[in-house]
């Protein structure tokens, strides 16, 4: 008995090692075909990364230089719900930097709790886009961080002098003002310049970035893949640059009737609610897809909360092309590979609050 069982494992160990002898070659050509996949998609790819950029490493304005101060008092205030009138909201309520600067909610409610017509955008890398809001009426983060505050559906401070007044009865904001702008003290003009600063900070870096600095092992096959069909389709007609979009205006519908694919419930004339301009109907900024996948639910309104249908949905309204699932996968597992981060210490209140 002993020398057949014998007999057995000495023959089962000679089966497992050819086994594992003859899966060799097999597992080297399937990791030689893949890398070879990889490379001629880097090679195909390579020549149109022209119409991206990698993310800067600050997002200065020489009209607001950054300093340790401004960030600090832009970061108290940013935080601090004494910038509504009833103390309710505080600008991270709706974009709320633990949530990647978004509510996840179609729109957003303020401090009487009215909710405003449309969706509050993410203000990670917004200081990079060349206008703000989804009509453009800012030019940048220092005019428009100033608005939201005054603004009767949102914060609801009736007028600048009240805010001004009501910060300067607390010692910790004349001693932050003071070091943030020495001899200017508490004005509303330097309570847009610190929160702009502090959000000048709020960059988001990701693989994408490593892979347009010649990291091509940052990006997964299928990513590339994705990336690849992003170009071809035609996505960068909009979505380029550093941010991929935050860049223009375009019109939402330029093949089809955006309201008929996103089913939302008031049609939204864009920035022509501001110009009053017939050209201007249906024209809103083109959205950052940086950390997208974390931003839902989608578009000015909000109407669409799945990655996958907001993709379709663009290439159908925007460059008439139905895409296939598999095209949609590749897509958004592309979209992705923009998640970045900020800092852990930004995305929480200052112990000074």
């Known amino acids: 008995m002993k020398q057949l ?17 003859s899966s060799q070659p ?10 070879n996949e990889d490379a001629k998609i880097d090679a195909e790819i390579k020549p149109r990364l022209s119409a991206f950029a990698a993310l800067p490493a600050t997002a200065e304005n020489p009209d607001n230089q950054i300093s340790d101060a401004k960030v600090k008092l832009g970061h108290a205030l940013y935080f601090d719900t004494r910038l509504s009138k009833a103390g309710k909201i505080s600008c991270n309520s709706c974009h709320n930097l633990e949530a990647f600067g978004v509510d996840n909610l179609p729109t957003s409610p303020g401090d009487a709790g009215k909710n405003g017509d449309r969706n509050s955008p993410t203000v990670l890398n917004a200081a990079l886009h060349t206008t703000q809001f989804w009509d453009s009426r800012a030019k940048d983060v220092e005019e428009q961080a100033g608005m ?48 702009a600063a502090f959000e000048r900070k709020l960059l988001t870096p990701s693989r994408f970035d490593n892979y347009l600095n010649g990291d091509t092992k940052a990006l997964t096959l299928e990513e590339k893949k994705g990336l690849n069909n992003f170009i071809k389709i035609g996505c960068t007609t909009c979505h380029s640059g550093a941010l991929l979009g935050g860049n223009m205006m ?10 008929t694919l996103t089913e939302s419930k008031k049609i939204d004339e864009g920035r022509a609610a501001v110009t009053k301009q017939e ?7 083109v959205p950052s897809l940086r950390n997208v996948e974390k931003t839902y639910p989608y578009f000015h309104d909000g109407s669409v909360a799945d990655l996958k249908k907001a ?43």
């Open 148 to 195: 939201p505050i005054l603004n009767p559906v949102e914060m609801e401070i009736p007028n600048e002098a009240f805010l001004v007044k009501r910060l300067s009865e607390v010692p910790e904001y004349k001693k932050l003002f003071s070091e943030a702008f020495p001899g200017k003290g508490i004005t509303y003009e330097n309570l847009r310049l610190a929160i």
């Open 26 to 35: 097999e597992q080297k050509q399937e990791t030689a075909g893949t890398e």
């Open 311 to 353: 993709i379709q949905i663009m290439a159908v309204a925007q460059l008439a092309y139905r895409m296939s699932p598999e095209e949609i996968n590749s897509v958004e597992a592309f979209l992705k590979s923009l998640t970045g981060d900020i800092p852990a210490e930004y995305k929480k209140a200052p112990a000074a609050l």
């Open 250 to 259: 375009q019109k939402f519908g330029v093949h089809r009737e955006y309201w």
């Open 5 to 21: 069982n014998l007999y057995f494992a000495t023959a089962l160990s000679a089966v497992l090692f050819l086994s594992a002898c």
């Open 279 to 285: 050209s201007d109907k249906y024209m809103f900024k």
